[in-house]
Nanobody, 115 residues
Framework: QVQLVESGGGSVQAGGSLRLSCEASGSLYNANVIYWFRQAPGKSRGLVASIIGEDGAGYIEAVSGRFTISRGHAKNSVYLQMNSLKPEDTAIYYC?????????WGQGIRVTVSS
């Protein structure tokens, strides 16, 4: 059974930083691309960042220059460093890994940014 474990969320004031972690276990496959999504209250889930291979990072405009996605040393692990956080970054964040022909989602981790 493949399981994704997320950590690093919490509450922070505007301008602060958080580092989200996601690690998948239980699969013999290696995800070539990993994604971070988020869902704000009353809004649909949307893409935040992705990484292809070891360094092919991409971001949406809203987080460009503030967030950094990177691979972890562990197999199928990924981080999201979030700096200069804004209240509009408040959301539940999810990692997604394609493994063995299907998508696996993290449980979701809450990020709250207060003004």
């Amino acid at each position: 059974q493949v399981q994704l474990v997320e950590s690093g969320g919490g509450s922070v004031q505007a301008g602060g930083s958080l580092r989200l972690s996601c690690e998948a276990s239980g699969s013999l496959y290696n995800a070539n691309v990993i994604y971070w999504f988020r869902q704000a209250p009353g809004k649909s889930r949307g893409l935040v960042a992705s990484i292809i291979g070891e360094d092919g990072a991409g971001y949406i405009e809203a987080v460009s220059g503030r967030f950094t996605i990177s691979r972890g040393h562990a197999k199928n692990s990924v981080y999201l460093q979030m700096n200069s956080l804004k209240p509009e970054d408040t959301a539940i964040y999810y990692c997604k890994l394609p493994l063995g022909g299907r998508d696996y989602w993290g449980q979701g981790i809450r990020v709250t940014v207060s003004s």
